[in-house]
C-alpha cells in the first residue's frame, strides 16, 4: 500500500496497547504516519511503540484514561509537543464487561424463580456494570473527540474514525450492553459526521466482525483446536466461513484516512466481518 498523502500525519490512537488498535498502529505507521499510542496500561501502550521505532517509525507512547478529560487533555500536551497537532483520531478504547453479560443466550422458565450459581440471567445484570460499557464505549468516544477535535477544526484532509462492531447492526445473544454501545458508536458517528462537515472532518466507523486473536483464543477455540459451539454458530453464519485476522483492518483504515480515496465519504460505518451481518441464516 502506498498512501503518500498521510506520510508525516499525525495519528491518535486511544485503546492502542490492544490486539486490533496496536495493528492500526503498525499500519500506519507503515505508512509513514507519526503515531500517538494511548492506552489506560501504559505499558502496553510503550510496547507498541518500541516495535515501531524499532522499525524506523515514528511513535510515542502516552498513558490515557478516555473517562478523564484532564487525562485527556495531559495527552494532547504531550503529543502536540513531541508529534504535531492531530490529524487523525481513532478512537479505538473500548470493549465489554461480565457484568453486562447473561450466561444463556435465551430465558428459559424457571429463571426467575430458581437461582443457579454461576448462571446470570437478564435479571441479573449489573446496573453498575451496564454503565460501565456504555461509558467507556459512548462517553469514552465522545470526550476524546471533544479533547482532539479541538486541533482538527478547520484544517484540510483531517478524519475521525471510530470502531464499532457488526453487533450494532444486530445485536448477538449475552451481551446486550455492548451491543446496545456499539450501536451507540454507530450512531455518534453519523452525528458527528454531519457536525463535523463544515469544519473538514470527515468522520466514519469500521465495525470489525469476529476476529481470532491471542485475547480471545480460548474463548473460539477448544484445547485440541476445535471450535467451541458458539464458534460454530459464527462460521455458519460467515458466508466466508472464516475468522478475521487483524491485517484485514489494513485496507479500510489506510481508505478511510486518505482524502485521495474516501475524500467525499463521511458518516459511514463499514462491516469488515466475512458477510455476518449481511446472512439472513438461509
Not at 187 to 215: C, D
Not at 271 to 282: K, L, Q, R, T
Request: proline residues 3%; negative net charge.
Amino acid at each position: 500500500m502506498t498512501h503518500e498523502n498521510i506520510r508525516n500525519r499525525v495519528a491518535v490512537i486511544t485503546g492502542g496497547g490492544g490486539v486490533l488498535c496496536s495493528g492500526f498502529a503498525e499500519t500506519l505507521a507503515d505508512l509513514g504516519v507519526k503515531v500517538a499510542v494511548l492506552d489506560l496500561n501504559e505499558g502496553a501502550a510503550a510496547a507498541v511503540a518500541d516495535k515501531i521505532t524499532a522499525k524506523g517509525g515514528k511513535a510515542i507512547a502516552v498513558g490515557c484514561n478516555v473517562l478523564e478529560a484532564e487525562s485527556l487533555e495531559n495527552a494532547r500536551q504531550v503529543i502536540n509537543k513531541e508529534l504535531g497537532p492531530c490529524d487523525i483520531l481513532i478512537n479505538g478504547a473500548g470493549g465489554n464487561s461480565p457484568k453486562g453479560t447473561t450466561t444463556k443466550e435465551y430465558y428459559e422458565k424457571g429463571d426467575l424463580e430458581n437461582k443457579v450459581e454461576g448462571v446470570k440471567t437478564f435479571f441479573d445484570l449489573d446496573a453498575g456494570g451496564i454503565q460501565f460499557v456504555f461509558n467507556l464505549n459512548i462517553l469514552g468516544t465522545l470526550l476524546t473527540t471533544q479533547c482532539f477535535a479541538k486541533d482538527m477544526v478547520n484544517r484540510e484532509n483531517t478524519c475521525i474514525i471510530n470502531i464499532s462492531s457488526m453487533n450494532a447492526f444486530s445485536p448477538l445473544t449475552k451481551i446486550p450492553a455492548y451491543s446496545a454501545a456499539k450501536a451507540g458508536v454507530s450512531n455518534f458517528t453519523q452525528w458527528l459526521a454531519v457536525h463535523f462537515a463544515g469544519a473538514g472532518i470527515r468522520v466514519n466507523a469500521i465495525a470489525p466482525g469476529f476476529f481470532a486473536t491471542n485475547q480471545n483464543h480460548s474463548l473460539l477455540f477448544n484445547e485440541d483446536g476445535s471450535l467451541t459451539p458458539r464458534s460454530e454458530k459464527i462460521i455458519s453464519h460467515t458466508p466466508m466461513a472464516r475468522f478475521g485476522v487483524p491485517e484485514d483492518l489494513s485496507g479500510a483504515l489506510a481508505f478511510f484516512c486518505d482524502e485521495t480515496y474516501s475524500g467525499f465519504i463521511t458518516g459511514v460505518v463499514l462491516p469488515i466481518d466475512g458477510g455476518f451481518s449481511a446472512y439472513s441464516g438461509v
